[in-house]
């Protein structure tokens, strides 16, 4: 008996330990502290007619957050860019709903080659900051062809592989879009354009390839113009980005976090930032387009 009143005593001893240990644990969980910044989406082209810039807050999984309060003063924001000698002001979003601040590209200029530095002040005084530099060169458009992949969609739609010349002598990293554009005319002449894009592919490095001919993995739906009812049509646009190493490293991790999603073994990816003070990307490129 005494045995048994012995054991009885040691294994109530142990849950108790046991659960304030656990008590413990959850209480350290919840007094983790909250890493809170602004996170920022911004990529510049010389091509662009108007440049933006997405900025946002990160919202914890544990902890406290000021999120909501944050959000109603997103648009108190100041978001400059400038490169060197030239600042710039962007444009301050309407309501606290929209995160986009904008800025007319006649009012600044991107150019390839030049280096540039965006820079945040939200309404509370918190600071981020980041530069990129835009790819000096562009794929040729000459060089971009297509060929057909033999595989088809379940519509007959067939699908195609983008090729072009790697600009040789540098590194170099490319994405790939495909736009598929519905051109209207209203009947005072003004001219809508409806544009939708395929899942693009992102990237895509020079590595071992320098100055050779380089081929997209993935394939896209092309069509030749397709006339519509009333007079609009449809054409497929082609455009290839040359990107810094910023877009590239950013991109590339996103698509490895997106693979690892189903998966509840594997490790969190940490996706690249570029952005001083605060979370996000940075980056630019040098696009050419050209219609199919």
Known sequence: MKIQYLLLVVIVLFFTSCNDDLLTVVEDVDNIPSSTAPTIEAFICPQDTVHSVRLNYTRPIVGTSKYEEWLANVNKATVTISNGTQTATFDKP??????????NAKKFKIEAGKTYTLKVITYDGQQAEAT???PLNNVDLKKITVKETGTSSVYGDKNYNVSWD??????????????????????????????TSEYPEHSITDEN???????????????????????????????????????????????ENALSQDNPFVEPI???????????????????????
């Open 94 to 103: 309407l309501n606290y709903a929209n995160s986009v601040f904008l800025l």
């Open 132 to 134: 990129c530099t835009i």
């Open 166 to 195: 790697d600009i040789p002598n540098e590194a170099n990293y490319y994405s790939i879009f495909v736009f598929s554009k519905t051109i209207n005319t209203s009947p005072t002449g003004v001219v809508n354009v409806y544009a």
């Open 209 to 255: 390839n320098d100055g050779k001919r380089l081929t997209s993995t993935k394939s896209f739906y092309l069509s030749k113009r397709q006339n519509l009812y009333g007079g609009d049509y449809r054409v497929w646009e082609i455009q290839v980005l040359n990107t810094d190493i910023h877009y590239y490293r950013y991109h590339k991790d996103l698509e």
């Open 270 to 292: 940490s996706i690249y930032s570029n952005i001083k003070g605060g979370f996000g990307i940075f980056a630019g490129y040098n696009r050419t387009s050209g219609i199919y």
